[in-house]
């Protein structure tokens, strides 16, 4: 029996409902299509892994300086994979591979906490100081020109108080990025 290929589930939020649904489903990727005695958890990390290409391959072949991601290499990949997914929170601990491979020099809290704190603060902290900034981009930018975002939604997220849910910030980041991209290449 083959396994099913790792769904990505769409983030809809900030996008105009009506072209998401013009839009179709996504189409297939092959790293997704998993072997069929793939476990759900191999599928999962190939699939984040396929995220990461944009770091290492996005970039512009123009550009004067070569960007090199030695922990996006081959065996660093290929090491990664070898481990089974019930490892990677062994103990209740995120990342616990990582942990106990680098244990001896990491201090002792690194080392038992459970999980890893993120960037969420400052996203959050950036997205809401630079609102008017962002509205201007995503409002008057490509995405919108084209139907693409939910303007309403936007306005009501940029108007929303930085502490609360309705704030998306890391969304709104990422549709700024997006149109900044945009931008970037059609000019």
């Not at 998401?20 to 299509?33: I, M, S, Y």
């Not at 123009?62 to 019930?86: R, Y």
């Not at 459970?114 to 995503?138: C, M, N, W, Y």
């Amino acid at each position: 029996m083959r396994a099913a290929p790792y769904a990505w589930a769409p983030d809809p939020n900030l996008l105009n409902p009506e072209a998401l649904e013009a839009a179709g489903p996504r189409p297939p990727h092959d790293w997704l299509d998993a072997p069929g005695d793939a476990l759900p958890g191999r599928a999962a990390h190939i699939a984040k892994i396929s995220r990461t290409q944009n770091y290492a391959e996005g970039l512009p072949r123009d550009q004067a300086l070569e960007a090199v991601h030695p922990l996006l290499s081959q065996p660093i990949f290929e090491l990664c994979l070898s481990i089974p997914s019930w490892n990677w929170v062994a103990g209740g601990r995120d990342r616990s591979v990582a942990r106990a491979a680098f244990g001896p020099t990491l201090p002792q809290q690194t080392v038992t906490r459970r999980t890893k704190g993120g960037p969420g603060a400052f996203h959050r902290q950036v997205a809401h100081s630079r609102a008017p900034e962002i509205r201007d981009r995503l409002l008057g930018g490509s995405l919108a020109e084209n139907g693409l975002l939910d303007v309403a939604a936007i306005e009501a997220s940029l108007k929303s108080r930085a502490d609360t849910p309705e704030f998306s910030y890391d969304r709104l980041l990422e549709l700024v990025d997006t149109e900044a991209w945009i931008q970037r290449n059609i000019a």
